[in-house]
């Protein structure tokens, strides 16, 4: 297949035009978002929907994430990620595979039903994961599109792709919090330097191939800006897989942790990686395209139950 967005396959970085829609689902009166949210979105990559959960269930959420955090050795070894230089949990992948309350949120039709409107297809779980930054320690995320590391590292062809953070402890300016740069998903930022093979071992923990060069960086940023996307708990930030986002480290005491979920269109799904030769392992990419079923809101309690 012709590569459509190349990268890190050249000796200076590009700025590539976006090719495909940003909201392929149409504009009528049953879709599950306002007209004004939808417009947000397509214009600028992302979207923030306050309290889409109630606190109850806000509650049995951290009570899930609280009992994967506490115990480690119950969980799939390579998916357990720690902060870099220490033992702190930085990230847990592959959550709705290890969690039944997990399973059951990234499939709740307020989740899933938005993704496959947004994406106009059919979705699946392309890669889950819990987000930990704890106080005083918990590392920051480079700046980076997700697509550019999907698209090399995984071979995913087209911007058909997704992300939902459900924020299940208050995130504010101060504890390192999504940032985004509004209106950036409708340029590709390519990248310098040959991805090595099982480049996914310490990405995960300090990405340091993928990343955008720094006159690139700021450019877009002067153009767009940065904002921080900040809610309390129940919060659901929605953002475009190419749209360039970052974190900072958290050095106050208030810890900072998310449930990701990534949904990808059927129809986009991953092929042989344009970079590297061995594609990412299944817990940081899954090939297995299995359809997201909508699950009725009311039932994600029994879940927890």
């Not at 269930?57 to 990620?81: C, F, G, M, N, Y």
């Not at 709740?108 to 993704?115: C, E, F, I, N, T």
């Not at 810890?255 to 799904?269: D, W």
Request: glycine share 6%; proline share 9%; with cysteine.
């Amino acid at each position: 297949m012709t590569d459509l967005y190349p990268s890190r396959c050249e000796p200076d970085p590009r700025i590539l035009p976006r090719l495909e829609p940003v909201v392929h689902g149409s504009r009528d009166p049953a879709a599950p978002l306002t007209p004004a949210q939808i417009e947000r979105f397509d214009r600028d990559g992302y979207l923030v929907l306050h309290n889409l959960f109630t606190p109850e269930e806000v509650a049995a959420l951290r009570e899930s994430a609280t009992h994967i955090l506490a115990d480690p050795t119950a969980l799939a070894r390579e998916t357990v990620i720690t902060e870099p230089g220490g033992a702190e949990v930085r990230s847990v992948f592959m959550i709705h595979r290890q969690s039944a309350v997990m399973s059951r949120l990234a499939s709740d039709v307020r989740l899933a039903g938005l993704a496959r409107f947004l994406l106009n297809d059919e979705v699946y779980i392309h890669q889950s994961r819990l987000n930990y930054k704890p106080g005083f320690v918990g590392k920051e995320f480079y700046w980076h599109s997700d697509f550019e590391t999907w698209h090399v590292e995984d071979g995913m062809p087209r911007m058909r792709a997704l992300s939902m953070s459900i924020l299940l402890a208050p995130n504010s300016e101060l504890n390192g919090p999504l940032m985004v740069m509004p209106g950036s998903h409708r340029k590709y930022l390519t990248c310098v330097g040959e991805t090595p093979e099982n480049h996914y071992r310490s990405s995960l923990k300090r990405q340091e191939y993928g990343v955008p060069d720094p006159d690139a960086l700021a450019a877009l940023a002067v153009e767009h800006g940065i904002v921080a996307a900040t809610g309390q708990a129940g919060t659901v930030v929605i953002f475009d897989c190419n749209t360039m986002h970052g974190s900072n480290g958290n050095i106050t005491p208030f810890p900072r942790a998310n449930a990701f979920f990534v949904y990808n269109a059927i129809s986009n799904r991953l092929l042989a990686p344009f970079g590297p030769k061995s594609p990412r392992p299944e817990f940081v990419a899954s090939r297995q395209c299995m359809p997201v079923l909508d699950r009725p809101a009311a039932t994600l309690l029994e879940a927890a139950s």
